[in-house]
């Protein structure tokens, strides 16, 4: 590209980069006061929390859309007759700035998905309510019979017979509502803290579709270039290419990676259940190969 297109480039990248750092920014702190607020608000079906989420991503969708028009205004609207070197290189130009667009809308992505997850309850927090609950119960637990104290070594959901081993009366351990509640909450929980290695495998068909449309984008160019120049152009294809495949191949590795983790965090979390959940991980993986 001739100083002048190099120019309006520039300035568009510059353009967006302030914008990510506003959204980036934005994003943050209203994380920060969401997630209070999602806890902290005793309205009706947390209304004050959805009022200003609204009022959050209407936000971000302005930033969005500031940056859409911008690239409509100064990028799509120039005149392809312009003082251009070549209509090549000014749909060089188009070609860069839609890219550089598409990368700040899956930042935008990012940022929408950040807000929306701060309407998760905090499983953590009630994870360790409920164990204090659990300990309190089974530190005051005591044999019917003689009175003597009975040590309880693991987690129970529901009531169960303990046997006294001081005087081998059998009897009935209720470990309270709030460790009832446990059996339902250890998978949410266990998503909770493993949602970072789902992301990453989510994230796999939108990174697929970015490289296949800049391959497309390069294919496309081919016919306007000189030998020296497609032969580079090929070279990048084949790189963009070899990426391609290799993150393809790589889905169903990180896919297991989350299944594994997810499973091992809801072990910890429920050790009873330990031999249903490992047969439910081994559906769910031998499924994913199945359906591939």
Known sequence: MNA????????????????EERMNSFTNESVATLS????????????????????????????????????????????????????ASFYTLRSNCSDRLQQFQERYQAC??????????????EYQEILSAYEAVKNQFRCSQCGGPIVINQLYFTSTYITCPACQTQNTFNPGSRAKQLEGLGRSLA???????????????SQLQKIYNQIHALRLSLHQQNKTVAADTENQIAQLQREYDQLNESSPGLYEKYVH???????KINPAMQAEHDRFRQRMIDDMYKYK
């Open 4 to 19: 002048a297109l190099t120019d309006i480039q520039n300035r568009f990248f510059a353009f967006l980069s302030k914008l």
């Open 36 to 87: 209070t607020l999602y806890h902290e608000d005793e309205s009706d079906h947390h209304q004050g929390y959805h009022r200003l989420k609204s009022a959050v991503l209407t936000q971000l969708a302005s930033i969005q859309k500031k940056a859409d028009d911008t690239l409509q205004e100064k990028i799509n609207e120039l005149d392809d007759d312009g003082p251009w070197e070549s209509k």
């Open 112 to 125: 929408q998905k950040m807000i929306e997850a701060t309407e998760q309850p905090d499983y953590e927090t």
């Open 191 to 205: 998503e909770q803290r493993t949602a970072h290695l789902r992301q990453a495998y989510e994230a796999i068909p």
């Open 261 to 267: 983790a997810m499973f091992d965090e809801w072990n």
